[in-house]
């Protein structure tokens, strides 16, 4: 299995020798507003540049896209990316939305899986603020949802199983994920972003030190932790809270960074 960390949430997997691009956001530095009534950590969104040419990700097999905010499926990745491309999503509602887009071959993901290529998507749940009644209305006020999802990946050509956990703080739904699938990797979103501000959507330093400690067994890696304005964790932090607490098995890969998990 291969982590290939390209932006924010953005990245490739290769799993079972298919290569899977992971919510592309890849519009230019700035192009969007900061997000408002959050923590503002940049000017903009997203507050990086990519390290590559939007076009260099596009090499790939297949799109999942977890959820469709701006930082998981932009206005670039939208006109961007083939519209004959496999895409997987996680509901009807953002099949729908992707279809009025003019993409032609999109599947959404189920709890029961789906397979592409001889390796099986399972849809997992998310708490990408949905457990929060603040966080709820203030999306309701920009007309988004907290709707959003995670995948785990199986194939019998790999060692075992990988979970891409998604936008989730750390909640009953990924332990259950976690449980059910024991996965021997995790990708977690770490940025610790917030919506409204003080109300956690993702996860920060001590949710990911809490699923280390419930599950010291499984190799994890903190993705979605620079790119967005309402973060507040950022790589250097997470960096130096991994040593404090001696968290050997989280990497912390660098936007272009690849990982390789035998």
């Known amino acids: 299995m291969k982590f290939h960390q390209i932006r924010s949430a953005t990245s490739i997997v290769t799993f079972g020798g298919v290569r899977f691009l992971i919510d592309p956001m890849l519009s230019p530095r700035d192009t969007y507003p900061a997000i408002p009534d959050a923590p ?51 509901g009807e509602a953002e099949r729908t939305r992707l279809a009025g887009l003019g993409f032609t071959n999109v599947t959404v993901l189920t709890a029961g899986g789906v397979e592409f290529r001889g390796v099986r998507l399972f849809r997992t749940d998310c708490d990408h603020g949905s457990g929060s009644l603040t966080s709820r209305l203030a999306y309701a006020k920009i007309r988004e949802t907290a709707d959003a999802c995670g995948v785990v990946f199986e194939c019998p050509r790999e060692a075992g199983r990988f979970y891409l956990a998604g936008d989730t703080v750390f909640c009953e739904y990924v332990t259950e994920a976690v449980r059910r699938y024991s996965p021997k990797w995790i990708a977690v979103n770490a940025a ?40 507040t964790v950022t790589r250097e932090s997470l960096g130096k809270f991994r040593a404090e607490r001696g968290l050997a098995r989280l990497a912390i890969p660098e936007d272009g960074e690849e990982l390789l998990y035998g």
């Open 40 to 90: 503002v950590l940049g000017e903009g969104n997203p507050n990086c540049d990519l390290p590559c040419r939007p076009e260099d990700v596009l090499d790939v097999d297949a799109v999942i896209v977890t959820h469709l905010h701006f930082d998981h499926f932009d206005e670039a990745a939208a006109r961007l990316l083939p519209k004959a491309m496999p895409l997987f999503t996680g």
């Open 192 to 231: 610790g972003a917030q919506y409204p501000r003080g109300h956690l959507i993702i996860m920060n330093e001590f949710e990911v030190l809490a699923l280390m400690e419930m599950f010291p067994e499984v190799d994890v890696i903190a993705t979605h932790v620079a790119g967005v304005s309402h973060a």
